[in-house]
């Protein structure tokens, strides 16, 4: 066991994951390596708002400290506070961008351990006490696993994510699935209508036909999944006026968002935050993969078979290392693509409503 992982020398080791939903679904599995080695490790975790919400409640965090970056040099000096009397003894920094480099320095942690400097940008790796060996690009989990490397943990250990919901939030979740499951005795599927990079949405109006189809085909109950951001809202007031009898359930609550794809049978999401929390949920996702490589950033080892892949050519096989946009691909996605992918998905992994867990 490498000395960083000595009791002494990590007694308060911090986990940068500032933004990404998904790239902080990743990192879960390191927050649980250290505890698991060490049960009176205090486990730190920084991120901006949204994404803290994730790790709320996590078994092996025990502290989250929010960045609020947004509000310039008062965030970075409230960030600094936090850590005042309370440094961090080990920071592990998982962000490619100078942002997350600084962040950890505010941590105070004299070892700070980042990225190799080709997985980096604007001299980020500058700022780390060691980085990881360089190597291909991997897919986002497999690359954030490699942190076990210089801690000396092993790299095939056991990988689990441990989210956790409150009593509160079960019973919350409980009561809506209830009414949801009201409305029919179809499958409940839910739909996530855009990402934060326009390039890796799928079109408005196929979402509308994809309801459309869901509801009329397979009798399912369908639940519009996310946050509060323009194009969700427009693509789900798309949805409504059409016609098709569907639930919103959009809002601004990260944890509403999470028990919501905790519950649905199967998840339709492009390239966004709520395809990994279902991955690590054991939801049954679809993924639409145009603009990225969904052997990169799709879902991990579980639910390929329902990838529907415009990103890679016909002939070509899946390489987790490319990492160039392939732009203009999401129109490839017709919706009977979907269709098929959505009724494979539920007849393998989910047959019969599973109701909230």
């Known amino acids: 066991m490498t000395d960083l992982l000595h009791p002494a020398r990590s007694r308060r080791v911090g986990i940068v994951c500032l933004t990404g939903i998904g790239d902080v679904v990743h990192g879960l599995p390191l927050a649980r390596d250290l505890k698991a080695h060490w049960p009176e490790r205090e486990v730190v975790w920084i991120a901006e708002p949204a994404p803290a919400e994730v790790v709320r409640n996590h078994p092996a965090v025990d502290r989250v400290v929010v960045f609020h970056k947004k509000a310039g040099w008062r965030g970075a000096r409230r960030l600094h506070e936090a850590f005042r009397g309370r440094p961090c003894d080990l920071t592990l920094n998982l962000m490619r961008y100078i942002k997350g480099a600084v962040a950890t320095l505010l941590t105070g942690a004299p070892e700070r351990i980042g990225l190799p ?12 006490t060691r980085t990881l060996d360089e190597g291909p690009w991997l897919h986002t989990q497999d690359l954030f696993l490699r942190f076990r490397e210089p801690l000396g943990l092993p790299l095939d250990g056991p990988v689990a994510w441990d989210i956790r919901f409150t009593d509160e939030e079960r019973a919350a979740q409980e009561a809506f699935f209830n009414r949801v499951r009201e409305r029919g005795e179809g499958p409940v599927v839910g739909l996530v209508l855009a990402t934060a ?11 509308v036909a994809l309801a459309r189809a869901l509801v009329e085909r397979l009798g399912a109950t369908v639940i519009l999944v996310g946050g509060p951001s323009p194009r969700e809202r427009d693509t789900a007031d798309a949805v409504l006026r059409s016609g098709v ?9 990260v944890r509403r968002m999470m028990w919501s794809v905790d519950g649905v049978d199967l998840l339709v999401s492009p390239d966004t935050g709520p395809l990994h929390i279902a991955h690590a949920l054991e939801t049954p996702v679809v993924g639409l993969f ?13 639910f390929h078979d329902l ?31 979907v269709m098929a992918a959505v009724e494979a998905g539920l007849a393998r992994y989910a047959p019969a409503p599973r109701g909230p867990a």
Do not use: C
């Open 197 to 207: 990079n326009p390039a890796k949405d799928w079109l408005p109006e196929r979402y």
């Open 117 to 128: 400097p080709s997985k980096t940008r604007d001299g980020a790796h500058r700022f780390a």
């Open 290 to 302: 145009g603009h990225t490589n969904p052997w990169r950033v799709g879902p991990w080892q579980r």
């Open 245 to 253: 009898d569907v639930v919103d359930a959009l809002g601004d609550s």
């Open 307 to 337: 990838i529907v892949d415009r990103y890679t050519d016909p002939g070509e096989a899946p390489d987790p290392s490319r990492y160039d946009p392939r732009h203009e691909r999401m129109g490839r996605i017709g919706v009977d693509d």
